[in-house]
């Protein structure tokens, strides 16, 4: 069984200050591994993708992976007001030559306070 | 930008009723997915689709679902005799490669079982 782990906040962050999301993954097979962000209603819009350990930039984002301990973050860094939406961990394990669906997390709700 | 396109936005349906939710991926792409959120909880995956065959599914996926790509350009998700437990919004996907980054959400369709 696959699980997607994520602490479901909500977390409150004050703008312009670091916001950090953690994922915990189960599945050792897993191989890519995902931040999607995604707004009351909308649907999910990705953010971050990463495949090898470290860290990952993209602009105000950073993700990082830690296989050995299977945990995914999502750094944003001057965080903004409009960062405020839940945030989706997700994972994906390629069994070779399909297409493989994504197990996500339940998502942190995030709050950026003006 | 190129984007998916689903249709209808909401559906309300009678419990036992047949209902078709209709997807256009994002043209170049040849793999496509169905994945559900019920109200309040994660994103599910339910079926993923390359060359005019299921890929994999989940255990959601069960006989009352089928999918199918019916012309060169839609992509249906079919649930045969709706549930209560079906009501949820659906999200359809695409994306160029299997575990390919780039999986592009569809904006959904808000179902309602009654």
């Known amino acids: 069984q696959k699980e997607v782990e994520q602490n479901s906040g909500p977390l409150s962050v004050p703008e312009g200050a670091i916001a950090s999301l953690n994922c915990t993954y189960s599945d050792r097979g897993s191989q890519s591994f995902f931040w999607y962000r995604q707004y009351s209603g909308k649907s999910p819009e990705l953010i971050m993708f990463i495949y090898s350990n470290g860290d990952k930039e993209d602009g105000r984002f950073t993700a990082q992976l830690n296989k050995a301990s299977q945990y995914v973050s999502l750094l944003i860094r001057d965080s903004q007001p409009s960062d405020s939406a839940t945030y989706l961990c997700a994972v994906v394990q390629l069994s070779g030559g399909g297409a493989d669906g994504l197990t996500f997390g339940k998502g942190t709700h995030l709050i950026i306070q003006p | 930008e190129p984007e998916v396109t689903q249709t209808p936005s909401h559906q309300v349906t009678q419990m036992g009723q047949e209902v078709i939710l209709r997807c256009v991926p994002i043209s170049n792409h040849l793999y496509f997915y169905w994945y559900r959120q019920i109200l309040g909880q994660k994103v599910e995956f339910l079926v993923s689709?390359?060359?005019?065959?299921?890929?994999?599914k989940s255990e959601i996926f069960d006989d009352q679902f089928s999918v199918e790509r019916p012309d060169g350009s839609n992509f249906t998700l079919k649930i045969r005799s709706t549930k209560l437990e079906d009501s949820a919004m659906y999200f359809c996907?695409?994306?160029?490669?299997?575990?390919?980054?780039?999986?592009?959400f569809g904006p959904g369709t808000r179902l309602l079982v009654l």
């Open positions: 996907a695409s994306s160029e490669k299997a575990g390919g980054p780039r999986k592009y």
């Open positions: 689709f390359y060359n005019n065959e299921i890929s994999e």
